[in-house]
């Protein structure tokens, strides 16, 4: 007896403290507070800057090279010159000093469209990197609401349990009334408290799974695990999915597979640039050049020369230990590699759509058998327990009630949690995630 009611203080103790007020967390919340402090979130974006960065004309090679070029030379040595006419110049220690300055051009104006296909190339290249950033905040999303709907779920269970509670500490009331009547065994008050104590310890269970649910999402939303927060206890589907409509947008819309269609493109394009490179290279060259000489000895004291120079060179590959060739076709083998994931991608997303097409119908139609279930669970305990305060029926039915109410209300649960998460999967195959309202 004292076990039993130590048992009894400490959850008490447990319900007051989960009954504590917590500040509501709805699902557009969560997923909002996600996109702005997930760590894959910002990463992927620092990977859209670089590529952005990364596509220039420059980087491309359509832009000139330019340098300034500064040189001083100070010399201080002995010199000795004899001229034709005999005149001879000799010093010790005589300075001199030479500056050349010159402002240099280079710009490649013909390379077989290598230049282009580059730019092409940086281009694809960055649109990747944007459509991975998007395809990281659906598959964000999506983890933030499978983890959410993961609480609701333990949140709805342990609502259950509670339910069950009462009911069986009704039916501990009855079984003490017909026992001090006389009408009852001692058995079935035991066996009223056995169950009640159980279903006791089962809260506790659910709560212990509720608070590990609540770090998991709090650590996919990048905050301290034990920041509190409560959900909202529901978890409806309206969502209607249309097969047509979905497997448009898997083939137009899906970021991932635009991705790959992107890294695809950005292949070809560094194919097209391999094999440029097997031709002519036209560089047209020029430079503005400034020419300073002192000298402490000898015919010449001073030289000044300013002027320009223009120029262009022809460079044409011919051999190279066939090297060229060879990266033209690792480059073809790499964009036929592109291709197929492409392909192979498309299939997976289309098969993955059937399987949570079937899956969804089937949740579906298991939520609404698992309802009638508990409308007629419900009943029965009823009638169950109002015979059983009338002594016409046993412990044993009304225990057996309980339990059939148990399992139809745990199965209901799981139901609309695959429900939802298969809702959830098929939002995040066709990156209907922002597009349609409510999550």
């Given amino acids: 007896m004292k076990r039993a009611t130590l048992f009894l203080l400490v959850t008490l103790l447990c319900c007051g403290k989960a009954c504590v007020s917590q500040p509501l967390l709805t699902p557009e919340e969560a997923v909002t507070l996600a996109l702005t402090q997930n760590f894959a979130i910002r990463l992927a974006e620092a990977e859209a800057r670089i590529a952005q960065q990364n596509n220039t004309a420059g980087n491309a090679g359509r832009l000139p090279t330019i340098n300034l070029a500064l040189n001083e030379t100070f010399t201080l040595s002995a010199f000795q010159q ?10 010790s220690g005589a300075p001199f000093n030479n500056l050349n300055s010159s402002l240099q051009v280079s710009w490649v104006i013909y390379e077989n469209g290598r ?34 709907y993961d609480v609701v779920r333990h949140r709805l269970q342990e609502r259950a349990i509670e339910e069950l509670i009462a009911l069986n500490e009704e039916r501990l ?20 408290r056995i169950d009640l104590h159980q279903l006791r310890s089962n809260l506790l269970l659910q709560r212990a799974a509720t608070a590990t649910a609540k770090n998991a999402l709090n650590q996919l939303l990048a905050r301290d695990p034990q920041t509190p927060f409560d959900v909202v ?9 249309q097969r047509e409509r979905l497997l448009e947008r898997i083939r ?20 097209d640039e ?8 036209i560089t047209a060259n020029g430079q503005l050049v400034v020419v ?37 076709e690792i480059a073809r083998i790499a964009a036929e590699q592109a291709r197929l994931r492409v392909d192979a991608q498309q299939l997976e997303l289309e098969t993955a759509l059937e399987s949570q097409l079937n899956l969804f119908n089937q949740q579906k139609q298991a939520v609404e058998v698992e309802s009638q279930n508990i409308q007629l669970a419900r009943q029965s305990l009823t009638i169950s327990t109002e015979r059983f305060r009338l002594g016409q029926a046993s412990a044993l039915e009304i225990q057996a009630a309980q339990n059939t109410l148990e399992q139809a209300l745990l199965r209901q649960n799981l139901a609309l949690y695959n429900l939802k998460i298969s ?16 999550f």
Avoid at 82 to 91: C, T
Avoid at 117 to 133: I, S, Y
Avoid at 423 to 438: H, K, P, S, W, Y
């Fill in 82 to 91: 004899r001229l034709a006419n005999g005149n001879e110049f000799n010093a």
């Fill in 423 to 438: 809702e959830i999967q098929l939002r995040l195959l066709t990156a209907d995630f922002f597009n349609e309202g409510g």
């Fill in 173 to 192: 009331r009855i079984a003490e009334t017909r026992l001090t009547a006389g009408l009852a065994a001692q058995t079935e008050v035991l066996q009223a």
């Fill in 292 to 328: 300073r000489t002192d000298n402490g000895a000898g015919f010449i004291r001073n030289n000044n020369q300013a002027g320009f120079a223009v120029g262009a060179s022809l460079v044409l590959p011919l051999y190279n230990g066939g090297n060229l060739r060879r990266q033209v």
């Fill in 115 to 148: 230049a282009r296909f580059a730019q092409d190339r940086l281009q694809a290249l960055e649109e990747q990197a944007r459509l991975n950033v998007e395809a990281t905040l659906q598959q964000t999303a999506a983890q933030i609401l499978i983890a959410y």
């Fill in 233 to 241: 206890l529901q978890m409806d589907v309206v969502y209607q999915p």
């Fill in 274 to 281: 391999a094999n440029a490179a097997r031709g002519p290279r």
């Fill in 252 to 271: 137009t819309a899906a970021p991932l597979l635009m991705a790959l269609r992107k890294g695809a493109e950005a292949a070809m394009r560094a194919a």
